[in-house]
């Protein structure tokens, strides 16, 4: 990220695109490329993500609104203009990806062990300065919080060192963050996931998955499918973290199916693995054969 001299975010700090129901083209660019190309600063051409893009179903208009808006995000910086564009993520951008890579791929592990604490947050943003409560508000959300009265988020995970970097990174002082045993409250646990929404989508997600796999395992799915495939459910995958804090598993009811819907992905995803670094590195050995050297598509989570 980039501040200014006083701590607080400047305009051009990093703002990933939030998923929406349905999905962005912002959200599915940030997808497509993280996953095959935020471990390099080569530049990617235009041409080659227009080509990749309008096998997940963009546009080449809608990809280059997209590119233009993500690089006034900060996400991503370009080099040149019209038919010789190239775009790369920013240094900032690509030390995120790598942090929320790995928290997406911890999503619904059940071998990350819960250490029967809870993470609390309060703090206190005033009016005139809305802009930066909301993305403080979004980068608690993302890391697996969620509000239970007004200003004080609990989250079941130890994000103590994630809250203290994203306060100061965003310059809020006046915030308490605390450590507190589950077992130790007066009243209720904490409240934080929604019990009805999710675990529709979960299972609606794991059908989905596994009737592609059969697919894949059968030879029926080709490199261009494998990619859309892949693309579309770690897209889909990587929405679910902001809707579900990632409660531990013991504090679930038993037909929760996030766990269901965990090994779908995974094995989608590991499926793929192959089909995805064909088909990048054959188109790119057609558009763009410069660019080679910077694919690497991760072959498991």
Same mark, same amino acid.
């Given at each position: ?26 959200h ?50 370009n080099?040149g ?14 030390a ?79 915030y ?9 409250? *007066?009243?209720? #646990?904490?409240?934080? @996931?929604?019990? /009805? &929404?999710?675990? !529709?989508?979960?299972? %609606?997600?794991? $059908? ?5 796999? *059969?697919?894949? #395992?059968?030879?029926? @799915?080709?490199? /261009? &499918?494998?990619? !859309?495939?892949?693309? %579309?459910?770690? $897209? ?8 579900d ?57």
């Amino acid at each position: 990220m980039r501040y200014d001299g006083q701590g607080r975010a400047g305009a051009a700090i990093v703002d990933f695109p939030r998923p929406q129901r349905g999905g962005t083209s912002q959200h599915l660019l940030v997808t497509l490329l993280g996953e095959f190309w935020r471990s390099t600063d080569l530049w990617l051409p235009t041409r080659a993500i227009v080509r990749l893009a309008g096998d997940v179903g963009l546009s080449r208009s809608a990809v280059t609104t997209a590119l233009s808006r993500l690089a006034a995000r900060g996400v991503l910086e370009n080099d040149g203009g019209g038919r010789a564009s190239r775009y790369r993520f920013t240094a900032e951008a690509r030390a995120r990806l790598v942090i929320g890579a790995r928290q997406v791929g911890q999503f619904g592990d059940p071998g990350i062990p819960w250490d029967r604490f809870w993470t609390a947050v309060a703090f206190s943003v005033p009016e005139s300065e809305r802009e930066i409560r909301e993305a403080f508000r979004a980068r608690l959300k993302w890391l697996g919080f969620a509000p239970v009265y007004g200003a004080l988020w609990f989250s079941p995970r130890d994000r103590m060192d994630q809250v203290r970097e994203v306060a100061q990174g965003y310059g809020v002082e006046d915030y308490m963050a605390f450590r507190v045993e589950d077992g130790g409250f *007066e009243g209720r #646990r904490p409240a934080i @996931v929604d019990t /009805a &929404e999710p675990p !529709r989508r979960y299972a %609606e997600f794991a $059908d989905a998955n596994e009737a592609a796999l *059969e697919r894949i #395992r059968a030879g029926a @799915v080709g490199p /261009a &499918e494998g990619f !859309r495939l892949r693309i %579309e459910v770690l $897209d889909e995958w990587r929405a679910f973290p902001w809707d579900d804090p990632g409660m531990p598993y013991e504090l679930l009811p038993d037909d929760w199916p996030l766990l269901r819907a965990r090994e779908s992905f995974v094995a989608i995803f590991e499926a793929t693995a192959p089909l995805v670094e064909r088909h990048v590195r054959t188109v790119l050995g057609e558009s763009a054969p410069e660019a080679l050297a910077g694919v690497v598509v991760p072959a498991m989570l």
